[in-house]
């Protein structure tokens, strides 16, 4: 089993920047993969970033490429969302997501079988 927990939201001013946590725990296989997903009121969960935690490869979103940057800290069990440049439509509940054993190319919420609380980023 997998356990994740988000940390970082708030709200900021448009322009501003905020990161995330996700503090993962759990079997290891199943968490190869790690993701940020979002959801905003009325819309579906649409995938943001994602990392492959062994290779270190990553895969955005378009709407937030360039502003957007997600890392880990393996030390720390610990995926980051970086946002900088945020917008008034970065406004959503952002999701830690993981699946193993491995990433596929693209995001997709079906994929992903491990989920966090989520925590709520507002921009204005």
């Known amino acids: 089993d997998v356990q994740l927990v988000e940390s970082g939201g708030g709200s900021v001013q448009a322009g501003g920047s905020l990161r995330l946590s996700c503090a993962a725990s759990?079997?290891?296989?199943?968490?190869?993969?790690m993701a940020w997903f979002r959801q905003a009121p009325g819309k579906e969960r649409e995938g943001v970033a994602r990392?492959?935690?062994?290779?270190?490869?990553?895969y955005y979103a378009d709407s937030v490429k360039g502003r957007f940057t997600i890392s880990q800290d393996n030390a720390k069990n610990t995926v980051y969302l970086q946002m900088n440049s945020l917008k008034p439509e970065d406004t959503a509940m952002y999701y830690c997501?993981?699946?193993?054993?491995?990433?596929?190319?693209?995001?997709?919420?079906?994929?992903?079988?491990?989920w966090g609380q989520g925590t709520q980023v507002t921009v204005s």
């Open positions: 759990g079997c290891t296989y199943n968490r190869n993969c």
């Open positions: 997501a993981a699946r193993g054993p491995y990433c596929y190319t693209k995001l997709s919420v079906r994929d992903f079988t491990y």
């Open positions: 990392i492959a935690t062994g290779s270190g490869n990553t």
